[in-house]
């Protein structure tokens, strides 16, 4: 299983940036793809799921009206597009994946808490995402 974080990059406060996760080894039917950020000297924490048995979405609050996750599935590809960037979403950007029979959103609202690495199986080397004021 692997997966490549891209997209990354400068970008002035209130631009927008689109991320992508590709997976490869997996079926996104039976894994949940999940996004996180981990901004300079805090913990990594979750922003946004997809997948799993419904191929659902999930935002945690914090960037709901600025983020959305969606997927190409004929490239295994999941996105995390991200406008209304402010400076606090700095941070370096992550993709993993769990293996589960349940869909993203109950996974990520219910099952596996924001901060809890130890839920997901399968991580990326994350890409970095620098908003500047």
């Known amino acids: 299983v692997q997966l490549v974080e891209s997209g990354g990059g400068l970008v002035q406060a209130g631009g927008s940036l689109r991320l992508s996760c590709a997976v490869s080894?997996?079926?996104?039917?039976?894994?949940?793809i999940g996004w996180f950020h981990q901004a300079p000297g805090k913990e990594r924490e979750g922003v946004a799921c997809?997948?799993?048995?419904?191929?659902?979405?999930y935002l945690r609050d914090s960037v709901k009206g600025r983020f959305t996750v969606s997927s190409d599935n004929a490239k295994n590809t999941v996105y995390l597009q991200m406008s209304g960037l402010r400076p606090e979403d700095t941070a370096d950007y992550y993709c993993?994946?769990?293996?589960?029979?349940?869909?993203?959103?109950?996974?990520?609202?219910?099952?596996?808490?924001?901060?809890?690495?130890?839920?997901?199986?399968?991580w990326g080397k994350g890409t970095q995402v620098t908003v500047s004021s």
């Open positions: 993993a994946a769990k293996r589960t029979l349940y869909g993203a959103r109950y996974y990520c609202s219910s099952i596996a808490p924001a901060n809890d690495m130890s839920y997901w199986d399968y």
């Open positions: 080894g997996i079926t996104l039917r039976d894994y949940v």
């Open positions: 997809f997948g799993g048995s419904d191929l659902s979405t």
